[in-house]
């Protein structure tokens, strides 16, 4: 990797620890009512987003690490296409929170660090692997916005109007990945990144 990528890719995941995410489509529920919340369901809400931000913080280090290994060009431009609305979404999750009087996870470094890891070593078992692992990922975080929909104060139009419109995308991310010819991986990964995820969830939720 020359210098001047390598900057490139360390300002990436400066902006997306420490700068005001950017969002080119407008914020899903923007011109819903905010919802009179008791306290105890505002800082579950808050808390909920707070858990899917640390997943977008996540998804862009995942997508940046994986492009950083990609072999073929349509595999990197789809893996780039994913992570642009990856930012959106995380643009929006901060929007919620803050709303919600919440804050982000303290721990979004170490969350970054894993992630990136993860996408580079996914990255460079080759590109239907790679892609795989995109496909995969992507169906875990729809499974698990679904269940914050069912988790969400009901009366919390705003924030639910995010995750519905980020579990689609994330549908359609992984109906992309498979198309550009993703494989499925064995049910032991599929699992070990299930147990991942719910250490993540549980820990962000919290901090």
Known sequence: MTLDKLIIEFDKGLRTLLAPAQSARPLPGRNLPEAAL????????????????????CAQALYQGQALTARNPDTKAALDEAAR???EHLAWCEARITAL?????????????????MGMTAGALGDKWNLGFLAETERQVEAHLHGHLDSLPAADAKSRAVVEQMKQD?????????????????????????????VMTATAYRV
């Open 101 to 117: 009087g919440g804050r982000k996870s303290l721990l979004n470094p170490l969350w970054y660090s894993g992630a990136l890891a």
């Open 85 to 87: 609305e990856e930012t």
């Open 170 to 198: 994330e549908a359609r991310h992984a109906d992309t990945a498979v198309a550009h010819g993703g494989r499925a991986l064995p049910k032991v990964v599929a699992g070990l990144m299930r147990a991942a995820s719910k």
């Open 38 to 57: 008791s306290d105890a369901d505002k800082q579950h809400a808050a808390a909920l987003m707070r858990v899917n931000h640390v997943g977008e913080v």
